[in-house]
């Protein structure tokens, strides 16, 4: 019986917590319209660097019949075969993950190479983990990856070049 009251005061009291802290939480929050504003608009969807090299890669990819798409998850270019018995964890790794650039075929819009923008912040212990295991889901999803290393300028020629290598046999 003590237990049984115990946990009854332990559940009224988280049911007080939450619903003040709720009420807190709403008040310091910006409102329009009397209603609160919880998301904001992004301004800057790709970095300045990302920008720098997307205007490099658009040329290119138009005059290849190819589509550029900037920042794709990476679980809508690869996927989990159904045969894997731990099939959720494997899903785990790719669902908050997502590619730098993405080189489609313009009649059917069949992704054809990652492309990775590699500045400064890749030589993270952390970052170069998570690059690895980027690395191996696409070899093994056969996805060509290319990684580029971020630079103040680009040279057409030698992005042309870097992309052709990888895209031999599908452009």
Same mark, same amino acid.
């Given at each position: 019986m003590g237990i049984g009251i115990a946990l009854a005061a332990l559940f009224v %009291?988280?049911? $007080?917590?939450s619903i003040f802290g709720h009420y807190h939480a709403a008040e310091n929050v #910006?409102?329009?319209d009397g209603r609160s504003i919880f998301y904001r608009r992004n301004f800057n969807f790709l970095s !300045?660097?990302?920008?720098d090299f997307f205007h490099? %890669? !658009? #040329?290119?990819?138009a005059g290849h019949q190819c589509f550029v798409f900037a920042?794709? =998850?990476l679980e809508d270019i690869v996927w989990v075969? #159904?045969?894997v018995r731990s099939r959720f964890a494997m899903r785990n790794r790719i669902k908050s993950r997502h590619i730098d650039f993405l080189l489609c075929r313009m009649k059917d819009v069949q992704p054809l190479l990652a492309i990775e923008l590699d500045d400064s912040s890749h030589e993270s212990f952390k970052a170069n983990a998570s690059d690895v295991i980027k690395n191996e889901i696409l070899k093994q999803a056969g996805m060509p %990856? $290319? =990684?580029v290393r971020a630079s103040a300028t680009y040279d057409p020629a030698q992005l042309s070049k870097m992309i052709g290598e990888k895209l031999m046999p599908s452009v």
């Open positions: %009291l988280i049911a $007080l917590i #910006p409102k329009k !300045q660097a990302e920008k490099v %890669l !658009q #040329p290119f990819a920042k794709v =998850r075969a #159904p045969h %990856l $290319l =990684r």
